[in-house]
Nanobody
Framework: QVQLVESGGGSVQTGGSLRLSCVVS????????MGWFRQAPGKEREAVGC????????VYEDSVKGRFAVSRDNTINTVYLQMNSLKPEDTAMYYC???????????WGQGTRVTVSS
């Protein structure tokens, strides 16, 4: 059974940084994609970024390009979301997900909350 466990969320002030981690366990196939999503209160979930097994990554949201980056360390089955220059509008629950493609995720973590205060 595949399990994803996020960590690293918290409260920071505007301009601060956080690094979210997501540890993956139980994946039988090493060639899986990982994604990061977020959902702010009262808003729909949005895709933040995705990374392939080989490390090819992309950040989707224009609002976070240049500030957020996705990376992974396959030796410890962990994917990261580095978030810099955080803004209040980045406040959300952040989720990692795993699947066979960036367009297809079938396993989700429980989420980690990020709060950015002005």
């Amino acid at each position: 059974q595949v399990q994803l466990v996020e960590s690293g969320g918290g409260s920071v002030q505007t301009g601060g940084s956080l690094r979210l981690s997501c540890v993956v366990s139980g994946y039988a196939d090493d060639n899986y994609f990982m994604g990061w999503f977020r959902q702010a209160p009262g808003k729909e979930r949005e895709a933040v970024g995705c990374i392939s097994w080989t490390g090819d990554s992309d950040v989707y949201e224009d609002s976070v390009k240049g500030r957020f980056a996705v990376s992974r360390d396959n030796t410890i089955n962990t994917v990261y979301l580095q978030m810099n220059s955080l803004k209040p509008e980045d406040t959300a629950m952040y989720y990692c997900a795993a699947g066979g493609a960036c367009e297809s995720f079938d396993t989700w973590g429980q989420g980690t909350r990020v709060t950015v205060s002005s």
